[in-house]
Every structure is written in structure tokens, then in C-alpha cells.
């Protein structure tokens, strides 16, 4: 066996570059799908549902609904209330409402979350704060709700409160 010359050697070991692709579910049928890493949209080759990829990396004060296939990192400034539908989700601030995660959800310490969670997978770093109902697993979130379709984030309440009462017109009876 003669020894590899330097530049045949460099040439041999160069491996192939591994290919940037995001792995997906979809949210229709469940299919795992895999998709480049740039693409903004795709079908679901089974069921060609359409996919809306964004990622999301939010900072402000959010009172609405947000929809996509891609990933979604509140930030520690951020609070949110209101629906999330995505691919990924990352809490590191404050979040109210329900998320239906199409993948992982991570909850970061000193982070909060209220209200109720479904995704794949769960992961809970010491220090978070949480007081919600959790539906974790591989089907988990399928067929819930609306699957999202468009990537696009609301920022309108969902809920307004309520308009106080200027005029009481009957007093509630007094018990005992
Ligand atoms: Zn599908």
C-alpha cells in the first residue's frame, strides 16, 4: 500500500457538506417532512397541505395570535397573551395562553407560562415558572384547531376586556 500523496489525501477526506434542512411535521396528517433550511413555504409531499415557514424571534409585548411552521423564541422581554401555532417554541419572558407546537417546546428558566401547552416534546429548564396544562407527545398536536396555513402574527387582543360598568342599574341582594 503506497501512502496517499498530500493532495489526493485532502481530496479524499473532504466529506460532503451537510445539507442546512429543517425537519418538520405536518400539521395535517402528521407526515415528517423535511425542508432547506431557506425555504419560506412548502407542501406536505402526502397530504400537500401548504406549510408558511417563519421564524418568529419576539421581544415586545404581544396581545394577539400567531401562526407559522417555523420557530418561535419569545425573548425575556416579551410578554404574550394569546394563541401560538408553530413548528418550534422557546419561552424565555412571559406567556399567557394556549400554544400548539407542531415539534419541541422548550420553557426556559425564569421564564412564565400560563395556560396550556401540546406539543411533541417538553423540555423545562429549573427556574421556570409554570401553571399549565400539558398534553405532550408525537401525535399531540395533530388535528387541533386550525392548522396554521399563513405565517403571520396578530397583534390585536383576542380577548378585550371587558368595558366597566358606568351605570349599576340593580344592585345585587345583599345576602343574610
Ligand atoms: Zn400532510
Do not use: W
Not at 59 to 88: K, Y
Amino acid at each position: 500500500m503506497s501512502p496517499l500523496r498530500p493532495a489526493l489525501s485532502a481530496f479524499y477526506l473532504r466529506r460532503p457538506r451537510p445539507k442546512e434542512v429543517r425537519k418538520l411535521c405536518c400539521p395535517n396528517c402528521g407526515e415528517a417532512i423535511e425542508v432547506s433550511q431557506k425555504a419560506f413555504s412548502a407542501r406536505c409531499p402526502r397530504c400537500t397541505h401548504p406549510l408558511s415557514i417563519k421564524d418568529f424571534d419576539l421581544e415586545q409585548a404581544i396581545d394577539g395570535e400567531l401562526s407559522t411552521m417555523g420557530q418561535v423564541r419569545l425573548g425575556p422581554e416579551c410578554r404574550m397573551t394569546g394563541n401560538i401555532h408553530c413548528a418550534q417554541f422557546t419561552n424565555q419572558g412571559q406567556f399567557r395562553g394556549k400554544a400548539v407546537v407542531y415539534g419541541p417546546i422548550e420553557i426556559e428558566g425564569h421564564s412564565l407560562t400560563k395556560g396550556e401547552l401540546i406539543g411533541h416534546s417538553l423540555l423545562v429548564r429549573p427556574g421556570a415558572r409554570m401553571l399549565a396544562k400539558v398534553s405532550v407527545g408525537p401525535k399531540a398536536s395533530q388535528a387541533r384547531d386550525c392548522p396554521p396555513v399563513q405565517a403571520k402574527l396578530t397583534n390585536v387582543p383576542l380577548h378585550p376586556p371587558p368595558l366597566k360598568p358606568t351605570l349599576r342599574l340593580r344592585e345585587s341582594p345583599v345576602a343574610g
